[in-house]
């Protein structure tokens, strides 16, 4: 008799209870089965470890709850999850991230016992319009092209953050503690490299619900571009000869000219993109539109 996968949902979190709280609510409400769900949490304050110890499912034993002590930074965080996870598949899923649909996960039990797949990359979605409504971060035919050849992730990351993938535990690879903005993308080009057995779930949605100040993009800020050229360094001496590197690290003049252009198309497309997103965008789903008016009276 064929037994449900465990799922191990693991969310790294700083300063962030609201994300928390949603998550954790959209557990409750998915009634999933056969899971784990690992918190660590790299705070300086107590907030999140009062909210997590308060909730239903902690009490109920359905949460694995660390406190780092010290603070281990993102990506440390990250790979400690990853470490102790003992699912079937895992789900790195960050704090101001969710799943959009309560029959997320009976979705994604049907697709791996029908597919058994290594990887299972979801399609990332943002709030518009006063979060009344949702649009895509990329179209699927955008995706499946980058997917097919990976190591355009490292100049156009199309999928999104670590949390819009599902990933079978004998793939389990750590991210490079020696990056901070490629790390992302640097750590799917790798698992690429290792299986074909891949697919895309349309279907499966994820919501980024905030534009967080503390997020990584916005601490890193102005400094991303010094810490991209060093980055990109080090990824050259892990993965030799990528075509990739023809436009991360231009060397001739026709090369950089090249760059340009690459870009100024990209820059186009994307423009395009981000006013069809709009056009096309779906209502927010019902349950998070209660659970966003939930959490706003709850921190007035």
Known sequence: MNTKPIISILIPTYEHPRGVILILNFISRSKIKN????????????????????????????INFFKNNPVLGAVKNWNNLIKIAKGDYLMLLHHDECPADLNFFDELNKMI?????????????????????????????????????????LLHNVVGAPSNMVLHRSLICYFDENLRWLVDAEWMVRLLKTTKNWILADKLRVISCDELQKSITAVLGNDIPAIRKDEIKIIELKHKNLPVFKF???????????YKLEQLIWLIIRSTLYIFSYLFSRATPKWLKEENVYIADTNK
């Open 113 to 153: 016992s029908l597919k058994n797949p290594s990887i299972i990359f979801l399609r990332c979605f943002h709030y518009s319009f006063s979060k009344s409504r949702i649009r895509f971060h990329m179209p699927v035919w955008l995706i499946k092209f980058v997917l097919s050849k990976p190591d355009i992730l």
């Open 35 to 62: 899971y784990e769900c690992i918190i660590r949490d790299d705070s300086d304050s107590d907030d999140i470890q009062k909210i997590v110890k308060s909730h239903q499912l902690y009490r109920e034993g359905n």
């Open 248 to 258: 991360l690290k231009p060397k001739s003049l026709f090369q950089r000219i090249y």
